[in-house]
């Protein structure tokens, strides 16, 4: 379902699907007191940014970021929030030029890439839709579309999230009753991909127990090997690919600031 999984409002704590927010958020009354109560000296202008996983629309985050942060800045925002596995190589496509995390300045491969040390305010403009990458073999493609421009105080964080899809609701594929805590990376795209702690462990002690009655011995190795292979459930677009883990620096679950009263 293309866009329709449901995130909060930063400031007011509604809660509405991607377009639904997107309106919302210049109508938003909470934020507009913030924004107006905001002072100080130095002003600067903010870009705001819908960012969505390419192929599966469940996962989006709706961004602010100062036009003086550069796309290395934004690179290492998306990297923390739903990518960073091993350290890939990322890239963003921009009007047909490739900004890339480590740029092959040679142009060995081709075209040669330009690095990620440009200001947004130079690249950047309303209505733009760029595609980002991350890691060149199991790729993740995102598309980020600037929504919004505007002028307001200046602030020392990068990012601000002023909305995120709340983690989908999924099922223990096995049981069909718990929340999948566990996914199968080599089911990916079956239905058979995800596990709850129990029905996991229960299918680790019937493979060792199969394991034991056929050669006498327990075989360590397979059931180390078996473990491995279930990545744990986790709010991002790359959940079961490579080995990535889920975010460490942002939970899941999105807080907004405030919960509607009433
Ligand atoms: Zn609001
Ligand atoms: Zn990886
Ligand atoms: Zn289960």
Known sequence: ??????????????????????????????RKAVLASTTGKRSCGYFEMLLYGKYDHTYWLIIEMPDTRTLQDLDQFIRNIWMECCGHLSSFRIYGESYDAYPDTE?????????MNYRLKDILSE????????????????????????QGVWKRDPV???????????????????????????????????????????????????????????????????????LPVCNSPRMGVCAYEGSELYPDTFEPDKRPVG
């Open 127 to 150: 209505g733009l839709v760029m595609d980002y990458e991350y890691d060149f073999g199991s790729t993740t493609e995102l598309e980020i579309k600037v929504l919004h421009y505007r």
């Open 107 to 115: 142009g060995f491969w081709g075209e040669p890439a330009k690095s």
């Open 160 to 230: 601000t999230i002023l909305s995120r899809n709340n983690p989908p609701e999924l099922l223990c594929s096995h049981c069909k009753k718990n929340h999948a805590q566990w996914i199968d990376p080599t089911r990916l795209f079956e239905e058979e991909a995800f596990w709850c702690e129990s029905c996991r462990q229960a299918h680790i002690q019937a493979k060792a127990s199969q394991t034991a009655k056929t050669d006498g011995t327990c075989d360590d190795s397979y059931e180390d090997f078996d473990e491995e292979y279930f």
């Open 1 to 30: 379902m293309a866009g329709q999984s449901k995130g909060y409002c930063k400031y007011c704590g509604n809660e509405y699907i991607w377009g639904g927010i997107r309106r919302h958020l210049h109508a938003c009354k909470e």
